[in-house]
């Protein structure tokens, strides 16, 4: 691309007859100097930009290329939170009902071994009265006797 300089500089060989006005050729190119060094800076200036947002863009999708990942590994820590939280709870809920079972074996257990001393009590209560009601009769007797004679 031509610059600016280049074109301030350019000189043209002058013919004497049938040639160019050299001032009108100055002057329309100092003209012509001005508006492409104008565009020129534009150009420049856009091209700079163009090579920052490129910079930002490549910057701005590492940073969604992170997010995307951080999001991913989220939802698989998410998910595994979850899986962890349900076994955990389905094995409280399997320790409660062995628990709840064992707790419910050794009551039955006790309640079987209360039953027997209750079963062992009434026994002795029944030899007891047996024995008592006996020895009453034996004395009533006794006091039968005593009177008859």
Known sequence: MITPLEIENKKFSKQMVNGYNVEEVDEFLDLITADYEKMYKENTESRDKIE???EDIAHYKTIESTLQ???????STAEEVKNVAKQQAEQIIIDAKNSAQSEAIRLEQEIMVKRKELEDAQKQFDVYKAKMESL????LEMLKEI???
Do not use: G, R, V
Request: glycine share 0%; net charge neutral; aromatic share 0%.
């Open 69 to 75: 990942s951080t999001l991913l590994m989220a939802q």
């Open 52 to 54: 920052q947002l490129n």
């Open 136 to 139: 009453l009769i034996s004395q």
């Open 147 to 149: 009177n008859k004679e």
